[in-house]
């Protein structure tokens, strides 16, 4: 076996063992949790097995294009040259990894619609248990993928949550959208082959992100925008880690690379000090450079325009779903209830913290109704 392969499926078989620790033995994952927790925004032990499972698996498959058994046969396709280009993939990717979390939004708006509550909402399944979903970080595929998990796995240890409580609720469609998620786990594995050490693993690390994202948190949760974003840098950075790959593993290339580095530092400072015109290639290249940065800064602009304009700082709307024997919100400072056939609405107080709130709900609501949902409000955690 090629050297350079084995180093690959060591760290992954590394990474694979790592996460099946996780599954088997309790404790190990309160130590790992405080570096998972910020990547994969709300740690969990399901998260994390997930993580360097799917992280183990991922670099085990970038090796596939370095067989060359495998590579002449790829080569010898009949099939358009655009479809043998690592870089066409990479493209393909981010255009299914956006196709696939913006339809996931549209059919959470779908799903509030059709339950009668507004866009801006934390909606929380209570039967069979206990599970929650919103535009901001949204569980509606997680829930496709627990009832997938529950064909395979008879025993899920705790601290694992599938989110399948959902599956009753959502269309159909949820269903045939979440093909696309493996689908484009297939191509970012594409987009992987007979790349340099540096990127390989760099794209490897951010497409588990992604997956991980697109499942668990949608479109604007942290894994997912780390997805974007480790495309984007491939796309528009690429001889960037290139270089760092070269400098570490080729001793011969340093002095070249450090002298490279000089001659850019030197454009970059003409830049800066007013001579675009004599630098127009080197502006231009500079600016795609800052590509994903600047898609970075935006999407998470975004994300917290949409939750500083959903908020709702004035007071909470709690609408209960088929509820009985909820005298335990008479704890609450209630400013007013509305009543219908089947819906309980409560205005609350604005004085809570809202994931304070949503806990103690959850507790006080348990087997008391089908379902309920929470306006945001972003303001009540400054």
């Known amino acids: 076996m090629n050297k350079k392969i084995s180093k690959y499926i060591a760290f992954g078989i590394i990474l694979i063992i790592f996460g099946i620790k996780l599954f088997s033995l309790s404790g190990i994952d309160q ?3 405080p570096i998972t927790q910020p990547i994969l925004m709300g740690s969990s032990k399901g998260k994390d097995i997930m ?3 799917l992280f ?5 498959l970038s090796t596939l294009g370095d067989n060359e058994k ?14 043998k280009d690592k870089d066409f993939y990479l493209k393909l990717s981010l255009i299914l990894f956006l196709f696939t979390a913006i339809a996931g939004l549209i059919v959470e708006l779908y799903l509030r619609n059709s339950l009668g509550i507004d866009w801006n909402t934390i909606l929380v399944i209570m039967n069979p248990s206990e599970t929650s979903t919103s535009i901001l970080h949204s569980h509606l595929y997680k829930g496709i993928f627990g009832i997938i998990l529950g064909m395979f796995l008879t025993y899920i240890p705790a601290g694992i949550h599938t989110g399948s409580s ?8 949820i269903s045939i959208l979440f093909i696309l998620i493996p689908i484009t786990y297939i191509v970012m594995v594409l987009s992987m082959q007979r790349r340099k050490a540096a990127p390989r693993i760099f794209l490897a690390l951010t497409s588990t992100l992604g997956i991980i994202g697109l499942i668990d948190g949608g479109l604007f949760a942290t894994p997912a925008i780390g997805g974007i974003y480790g495309i984007l840098i491939l796309m528009y950075n690429n001889e960037i880690l290139d270089g760092i790959s070269d400098y570490i593993t080729e001793k011969e290339k340093r002095n070249s690379i450090k002298e490279q580095l000089k001659e850019e530092w030197d454009s970059v400072k003409s830049i800066l000090s007013g001579k675009i015109r004599e630098n127009k290639k080197s502006a231009i290249k500079y600016l795609k450079i800052l590509i994903p940065h600047i898609a970075l800064i935006l999407i998470i602009l975004l994300r917290f325009s949409i939750a500083f304009y959903g908020a709702s700082p004035d007071s909470f709307e709690l609408n209960i779903a088929n509820p009985h024997d909820i005298d335990g919100l008479n704890q609450y400072d209630a400013l007013n209830v509305t009543e219908a056939e089947n819906k309980t609405t409560v205005h609350l107080s604005n004085e809570y913290n809202e994931m304070e709130l949503l806990n103690n709900l959850a507790i006080d609501l348990e087997g008391k109704c089908d379902w309920y949902s929470l306006s945001w409000n972003i303001y009540s955690y400054l």
């Open 51 to 53: 993580f360097f499972v």
């Open 56 to 60: 183990g698996i991922t670099i085990i």
């Open 70 to 83: 495998i590579y002449i046969y790829f080569k010898n396709l009949s099939i358009p040259e655009m479809l």
């Open 166 to 173: 959902l599956s009753a609720y959502t269309p159909s469609i």
């Open 31 to 33: 130590f790992i949790r």
